[in-house]
């Protein structure tokens, strides 16, 4: 960690901790490809902290220690992708154990974990994240060990109160882990609003380019717990390649700049389109409208993020229609990257998605918002 605690996160992330490159004097570090490491003729390491990649490598330290001081961690781990961080996370449920996740996320890891629970014995129950008393009426008293919560939740953006969250899991003695990918740690911080971990696909805001493939948790407190997502990693051998992982601490280096630009743009596009004659709804939680407002303020700093779903009057063949009409946005999957993407998310979650078949998903980037607007003008007809 920074020894100069009082840097402003722009700062930090901007100089990347100051990680430069010790034996060249280069302002940036090296990418440090080795997978083992030597030992001396008394069989000590040379570097106490280097053994085998599949550990610990220096690249991974690099990015790990600037996500680590952004999210005020006491310790940060890079992994593959998003879903092996978030596995790894859900390591520490034993068969009998309860956990309690938002019914709207990520799905690709609510499907996993409905398969992983049922074949572990592992009891999941889903919560309603647009009902502020449903996940206290969720969890069970001895048997919840786990809340997972995403926030603001793909692809509906529905906010959930973090504090609010970690209060019911520290009354029940569970543990709390948020999906702030969405959020990224230049708007939340959800380890200072009382989370035990937080978890990134570091693919999306945190690589911004669409060009790396990796995960990250950062924890609260290095205690027996973090042990066991730190052996997941290591046995599971789950990590980064050390390019990606140099490539991470690269991108962060432009984090706030890119989250900001797109934070701004999604609240004009979202102000913009708001009352639109072709749109039911726009859900986006900057919007006085959306649900999820006033929580937002209070754990948002600064913006309410780049993603928002558009629904469209009509049904999936509209939605679908309007999507084969974008020029500048593109159709692809993912998020948070430089380029603004559109997604019909029922076409990819399938029929037994709690997503309407009408709502688009989109990415808003970097690009001039101007261009963005004409677009969805042109695509809306
Ligand atoms: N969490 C969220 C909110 C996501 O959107 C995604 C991927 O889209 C993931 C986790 C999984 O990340 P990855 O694709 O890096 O495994």
Request: glycine fraction near 8%; include cysteine; charged fraction near 20%.
């Amino acid at each position: 960690m920074s020894k100069k605690k009082n840097l402003a996160p722009e700062t930090i992330s901007a100089q990347a901790l100051g990680l430069f490159d010790r034996s060249t004097g280069g302002v940036s570090p090296s990418i440090h490809m080795a997978t083992t490491f030597l030992r001396d003729a008394n069989y000590a390491l040379l570097h106490p902290d280097h053994s085998y990649s599949r550990d610990e490598n220096p690249t991974f330290i690099a990015a790990e220690r600037v996500l680590c001081e952004l999210e005020h961690g006491e310790d940060a781990m890079l992994f593959s992708s998003g879903m092996a961080a978030a596995t790894a996370v859900l390591q520490i449920l034993k068969p009998g154990d309860h956990v309690v996740a938002p019914r709207v996320m990520y799905w690709g890891l609510r499907d996993w974990l409905q398969s992983f629970c049922k074949q572990w014995n592992i009891r999941l129950d889903l919560f309603d994240p647009t009902d502020p008393d449903s996940l206290a009426a969720t969890v069970r008293k001895g048997e919840t060990r786990l809340v997972w919560i995403e926030t603001p939740c793909n692809p509906t953006w529905d906010v959930i109160d973090i504090a609010a969250a970690a209060e019911v899991a520290r009354s029940i003695g569970a543990k709390l882990a948020v999906d702030s990918t969405a959020a990224t740690p230049v708007l939340t911080r959800p380890l200072q609003h009382g989370a035990d971990f937080v978890m990134h696909s570091a693919t999306k805001y945190l690589s911004g380019h669409s060009d790396v493939l990796a995960g990250a948790v950062v924890t609260a407190n290095h205690d027996e717990h973090w042990k066991k997502v730190r052996d997941a990693r290591s046995h599971g051998g789950a990590v980064p390649g050390s390019l990606e992982a140099w490539l991470l601490q690269r991108s962060m280096r432009t984090l706030h700049l890119r989250v900001r630009k797109s934070c701004e743009s999604a609240m004009a596009i979202a102000t913009h389109f708001a009352s639109h004659p072709g749109l039911k709804a726009v859900l986006y939680p900057g919007l006085q409208s959306h649900a999820g407002h006033e929580i937002a303020k209070r754990q948002m700093d600064g913006g309410f993020g780049g993603m928002l779903s558009l629904r469209v009057n009509g049904d999936a063949e509209r939605a679908l229609e309007v999507c084969g009409r974008f020029e500048v946005f593109a159709r692809a999957t993912s998020l948070g990257g430089v380029e603004s993407l559109v997604e019909h998310r029922f076409s990819i979650e399938g029929p037994r998605s709690p997503v309407p078949p009408d709502l688009i998903r989109v990415s808003v980037g970097i690009e001039a918002v101007e261009d963005l607007i004409d677009d969805l003008e042109h695509a809306l007809g």
